[in-house]
């Protein structure tokens, strides 16, 4: 018995003093002496701190202590310090029968091997159980004792699925030698120890529903585990998936072709790569004469002079409105869903592009000062291009009324007719922005003939700052600071991004 | 083609000749300050409606799918406009202006407005 003793309380002779200290105390003890020994291990499993396992070891040192009066020898011998270590019971426990021996009373030792022996079935799991079940066994001459043992083990039993399952992916778990001198190494049997302990000296009802949260705390943490992983796995493969498709656009890029955003083959139509190319070189164009017109403007050219530029800049939005007629040809939908353009501007979309009444308004604050006559004229542009649009919103809208009610009709025999007349309505939606931008060509023209050639040339590089800075704007918007733990796909975008902002050459200066 | 000589032949005979269509769209054009050519399941004569009776115009509108010799007369405006859709086509005081992208460059342009009131469709 007294052998027993020691591995209950921990006072023995031959294990340290100071164990003794622990075990008076109440659960709380834990943690003084928990953390340190056991960093290394947590780094190990790679999990948060578990604290269902935490949660069982204080349950169990609670109920350890309750049973210290008890006589049922269920607790190796082993003393150890950490009582408070009996944490990780995922550890596969191999019983080293010498080290045990050197802690324990003979007795228990050779019970051991014992209980080894006759438990050829066992894996390294059921190696712990032998301890307590050779102590068990010692004491089972008393058939009461007995029942309680054997109700004990299928606890037990039931416990041991999910600490096996818990051992099963917990790599690099080393195997235990019990009672060796490290503090981890000590923690997966103890507390099975005590998990026998508890077995044998509380009720049965109050210890099953114990057992059962205890388990379901583990299976917690084991998902968590299991979830932090994919985690890591997802952001790695996304940062390997970032990297090619990075080295994929310099090549492209070097080649002269634009993959689009895709990258992964067909998520983009090919009318549509095309026009996202050409809108590449067309904004890399617009930078250039952005910067000739503030030149032209800081450096007092003649009229002349300032005249080329801005008949240039002129042409160059001609050259978009091509573009874009050529592009709504093959895949209208990707011109009006504004996928060519920045978050921020699609916001702004108007069928496919700026609303040409307010870019007006956004300059006429800009354009002071104005002749009466350029007043007059401003003005009545700025009305005839909302009742321009106003009339072409209508319009489209008849058009998605027609849609809906063409797609929503029909019958089941009539399907295929109904869909060819809703294609036939569909391709109606490029004459719209073919429209829409047939406006915005036109205001710009009729901008350019109001103003003098200086006004003109101001105008024109506050357009072009302004569209620069709202696109700026997506990209600061995409790179704001976000939550650590937020797997989405945009985290990929937000190097991209942010190289966009760093490589962009925006000014910032005042109009003009 | 059928050489038609009088009117009262042009309704047995479905078809007509060109120049007879024309005419006809010049003699319906005439009659009215602001016509339109349209068809009523276009999206875009709707819209072109919408701009005239927007800016206080009331436009005469020949739906060319309700219209006798509706379709010839759309085959005729086609190859007149030179344009893929034949609708919608705005003539005013009599005189072509054109399709949409025409009638609206012309009104942003600042052209559309006095044309309209010579014609005598806007006032003010």
């Known amino acids: 018995m007294a ?32 953390n340190p020994p056991n960093t290394g291990f947590i780094n190990q499993e790679g999990s948060a701190f578990d604290f269902g396992e935490l949660e069982e070891a204080i349950v169990l040192q609670g109920y350890k202590i309750h049973s210290d009066e008890t006589k049922l020898p269920l607790y190796t011998t082993v003393p150890r310090p950490a009582a408070t270590l009996d944490m990780f019971p995922s550890w596969p426990m191999r019983v080293h029968q010498t080290p045990r021996g050197s ?79 490290s503090h981890s190494q000590q923690a997966p049997k103890p507390f099975s120890e005590k998990k ?8 049965k009802p109050l210890d099953v529903k114990t057992l059962r949260r205890l388990a379901q705390n583990r299976e917690a943490a084991r998902k968590s585990r299991l979830r932090k992983k994919a985690y890591v ?42 026009f996202d190319m050409e809108y590449t070189r067309w904004l890399d164009d617009d930078q250039r004469h952005m910067a000739e017109l503030r ?19 002129v042409a160059h939005y001609d050259e978009i409105f ?108 490029e004459g719209f922005v073919r429209q829409a931008d047939n406006l915005r060509q036109q205001t710009l023209h009729q901008l350019h003939r109001i103003l003098t050639v200086r006004q003109a040339a101001k105008c024109f590089l ?42 962009s050459h925006i000014h910032f200066s005042n109009f003009g | 083609m059928h050489y038609q000589q009088s009117e009262s032949w042009a309704t047995y005979m479905p078809t007509a000749t060109s120049c007879q269509l024309l005419e006809r769209i010049e003699r319906l054009a005439s009659e009215n300050a602001v016509v339109i050519f349209s068809v009523s399941s276009c999206c875009m004569c709707h ?21 006798p010799f509706g379709k010839d007369m759309e085959k005729a405006l086609m190859r007149l406009l030179g344009t893929s859709s034949p609708v919608p086509v705005v003539f005013v005081g009599g005189k072509l202006v054109g399709a949409m992208d025409r009638v609206m460059a012309s009104h942003i342009n600042g052209s559309l407005v006095p044309l309209l009131k010579e014609a005598g469709a806007l006032w003010l």
């Open chain 1, 462 to 503: 506050v357009i072009s700052e302004y569209y620069g800075r709202l696109r700026a704007l997506s990209s600061l918007w995409a790179s704001r600071p976000r939550e650590a733990m937020v797997s989405d796909e945009n985290s990929c975008q937000t190097t991209t991004d942010l190289q966009m902002v760093q490589s």
């Open chain 1, 103 to 181: 802690n324990s009373s003979t007795d228990s030792g050779s019970a051991v091997n014992a209980a080894i022996a006759s438990k050829p079935e066992t894996h390294s799991h059921i190696e712990a159980e032998s301890p307590i079940s050779s102590n068990s066994r010692k004491a089972s001459s008393d058939p009461q004792q007995q029942q309680q043992e054997a109700i004990y083990r299928q606890q037990l039993q039931n416990l041991q699925i999910p600490t096996q399952q818990l051992e099963m992916e917990s790599e690099g778990g080393s195997p235990v030698t019990t009672g060796g001198s």
């Open chain 1, 233 to 274: 796995q997802q952001l790695e493969s996304s940062r390997i998936r970032l990297t090619q498709l990075e080295q994929d656009l310099q090549r492209a890029r070097s080649q002269g072709m634009f993959l689009g955003g895709g990258g992964g083959g067909g998520n983009i139509s090919s009318g549509a790569a095309i």
């Open chain 1, 196 to 203: 026998k302990g508890i077995g044998s000296t509380s009720e």
């Open chain 2, 47 to 67: 819209a072109i409606k919408r701009l005239f009776c927007g800016m206080g115009v009331n436009p005469t509108v020949y739906e060319l799918d309700q219209e």
């Open chain 1, 3 to 34: 052998s027993h003793r020691v591995g209950e309380t921990g006072l023995s002779d031959s294990g340290p003093s100071h164990h003794h200290h622990h075990h008076q105390h109440l659960p709380y003890s834990v943690f003084p002496a928990f």
């Open chain 1, 295 to 313: 030149k032209g403007l800081q450096s007092h050219l003649s009229d002349g002079d300032l005249r080329v530029i801005v008949d240039s800049f």
């Open chain 1, 322 to 429: 091509q573009l874009k007629t050529v592009a709504a040809k093959s895949d209208v939908f990707h011109l009006i869903t504004g996928m060519w353009t920045t978050p921020a501007e699609r916001c702004f979309l108007w069928m496919g592009g700026f609303r040409p009444s307010e870019l007006i308004k956004m300059l006429s604050i800009q354009l002071d000062p104005l002749t009466e006559q350029q007043v007059v004229g401003i003005y009545s542009l700025q009305q005839s291009s909302q009742q321009a649009e106003e009339a072409l919103t209508q319009g489209l809208d008849q058009l998605h009324q027609s849609l809906v009610d063409t797609i929503a009709s029909g019958s089941v025999n009539d399907g295929v007719h109904h869909m060819a007349v809703a294609l036939g309505k569909l391709t109606n939606l």
